[in-house]
Structure formats: C-alpha cells, structure tokens
C-alpha cells in the first residue's frame, strides 16, 4: 500500500492506494498515529484507491479511529470502494465510522480551529545539558497549560548542545499533539549552521524575525477558514 498526505483546513489527508491488509497495516498504522499526534486528531482516511481490506486492515482503522478520538478528532473515511464497504458492512464496521462521499467532504465536516494565542519565549545563553531541562520543562508546562503555539526568540543563543535539541523536541511534539507547534526566530549564524546541519530547518518552522514568526500562525488559521 501507498499512502500520501496532504494537509487541508488543519486536518491530515491520508490518501491510500492498494490493499490494506498484514503486510501493510503496521505501516499504515504509524502513519495515522503519527497524523493524528501532528493534527489533534483530525484525520480523513481518502479509501478511493484502496480494493482490499482485510482483517488485519479492519484492526488498523479501528486503532486509528480511537488514537484519533483520544487526541481530541475523529478518523473520517472518504471515497471507500464498494469492496471495502462491503467488508465494513459484514463486519459490522460501518456503525463506527462517519462515510463521505470526497475527502473535501470529510474535511469540512470537521469543525474549525479556534484562534488561539500565540506565546513569544525568549531563550537566553547556551542551550546545553545544563539549561536544556529547564527549558523543556517549562515550554512542556507551557503548552499544558494551553500556549499550543510558541515562538521561541533564538537571538540572545550562541550555542545549542544535542541536549538542547531533545528538550525543543519534546515541547515541539507536546504542542503538535494539540494542535499547535513551537517556532523559531532570529537564529544567530552558528545556531543555524548546527539547525541546518541536523536537517532542523526543514523540520521546524524556523523565521528571521519574530513578527514573521508570530504572523505565521496567523497565516495558518486564515487558510483552515472557509472561503
């Protein structure tokens, strides 16, 4: 099985082609995990391309429909051939999911993102496995405490150790498990060599200044509004 996501109005597309079975549901398993961890939940399963569906792929919707409604969203299914609907139906599957008729469909259906705040962090000093604790367990205290999206100022920070790297990547994974995310602004040139080095440029939302940073997140939640 092939599966590719896009992204639409905050929610994770899962667009499956082939059978969904043993050999390909522990894949298809992280991969709606993982969707649902980075979108609060929000996960449309696009069954268009998909002509088989066997057990092991009734297990792996099913995981993924409750890791989906414990994050807070649901797992929507869209386009589902009559094959596959024909096994839902023997199984007594149906009842458990809501159907569409496109993923555009089951896009709109779910409810859209409230406004949320954004917090501007300022980082100061070397981020190494001194520092690094304390920072993640205040950016984790953060986001618990409802500041999903953050900014974090890298201006006054001229060196980051790997263990500086652990604690930006456990408060990235707790605001991306609501929804949200942790951004960065105004990396000095040798923080940025070491980001780009570790591929972190392409992984994280990384801007030159704060209000671009800042203005990011708003650009997110105009394009999660109906036109």
Sequence with gaps: MNIRETTSGGVAVLHCQGGLDATSGPIAERIIRAAAEAHAGRVVADLGQVDYLASAGLRVLQVGRNVARAAGGDLKLSSVTEPVKKVLDMTGFTSEFEFFESAEDAVAAFPPIEAKPVEVFTVEGDLDAASAPALQNELIEKVAGGKYQ??????????????????????????????????????????????????????????????TAVMSFQDDEAETKPA
């Design 150 to 211: 953050v900014v974090l100022d890298f201006s006054k920070v001229v060196y980051i150790a790997s263990a500086g790297f652990r604690a930006l990547q456990s408060a990235w994974m707790a605001a991306r498990s609501q929804g949200g995310d942790v951004r960065f602004a105004n990396l000095q040139p040798k923080v940025e060599e070491v980001f780009s080095s570790l591929g972190f440029m392409q992984m994280y939302g990384v801007y030159p200044d704060l209000p």
